[in-house]
């Protein structure tokens, strides 16, 4: 959907689609960091721009996302 689409199911607590469902080539390591990027739980999302970066660098360098977060938000990406 549009920008406006996605944020209005955000606002109510929705999970957009993750990227596999428009790329079948995208792994799961990268559906689980973008979906967990767009959390509407402000508490569920990536802690900072920068854990992100990390998690995204860890993620093209080969590394387990789980390397570049916190361990107790390990549930969260495992869970995607």
């Known amino acids: 959907g549009t920008a406006s689409e996605v944020m209005l199911r ?3 607590g ?3 689609p993750p990227p596999s469902a428009h ?3 995208v792994p799961p390591a990268l559906d689980a960091l973008v979906l967990r990027a ?3 739980d402000p508490a569920d999302r990536t802690p900072s721009a920068e854990d992100l970066a990390d ?3 860890g993620w093209l360098e080969g590394r387990s ?3 570049a977060v916190r361990a107790q938000d390990a549930e969260f ?3 995607y």
Do not use: F, K, Q
């Open 14 to 16: 929705v999970l957009p």
């Open 38 to 40: 767009m959390a509407p």
């Open 77 to 79: 990406v495992r869970a």
């Open 10 to 12: 955000l606002s109510r």
């Open 55 to 57: 998690a995204l660098e």
């Open 65 to 67: 996302p789980m390397t």
């Open 23 to 25: 790329r079948r080539e």
